[in-house]
Nanobody, 123 residues
Framework: QVQLVESGGGLVQAGGSLRLSCAAS????????IGWFRQAPGKEREFVTS????????FYADSVKGRFTISRDNAKNTVYLQMNSLTPEDTAVYYC????????????????WGQGTQVTVSS
């Protein structure tokens, strides 16, 4: 098993930036693909981005492509989500998740989840 803890959320003005972190403990972190998902009030959880276990492959939702960047440091057991040019539509609880199977966009493919961190973007 792997335990995940997100941090770095907060309140930011539109056009600003935040960097989220997802720190892992437990099992061998470098063997897990990691995804970021978000859920806004009244909406379903949606895929944001993912990175393969070795960091070579990354995938992004169209809505964040060019603004968000995912990266990982396996030596620190941490995945980062750099978010730039934030808009109010990015307001949500952001979750990181882990799985060993595939670098997937589907939340159902992920076995382990963090508790989430709130990101609020004011206009």
């Amino acid at each position: 098993q792997v335990q995940l803890v997100e941090s770095g959320g907060g309140l930011v003005q539109a056009g600003g930036s935040l960097r989220l972190s997802c720190a892992a403990s437990g099992d061998t972190f470098s063997t897990y693909h990691i995804g970021w998902f978000r859920q806004a009030p009244g909406k379903e959880r949606e895929f944001v981005t993912s990175v393969s276990w070795g960091g070579r492959s990354t995938f992004y939702a169209d809505s964040v492509k060019g603004r968000f960047t995912i990266s990982r440091d396996n030596a620190k057991n941490t995945v980062y989500l750099q978010m730039n040019s934030l808009t109010p539509e990015d307001t949500a609880v952001y979750y990181c998740a882990a799985n060993r199977g595939v670098t997937s966009r589907r939340s159902s493919d992920y076995e382990y989840w963090g508790q989430g961190t709130q990101v609020t973007v004011s206009s």
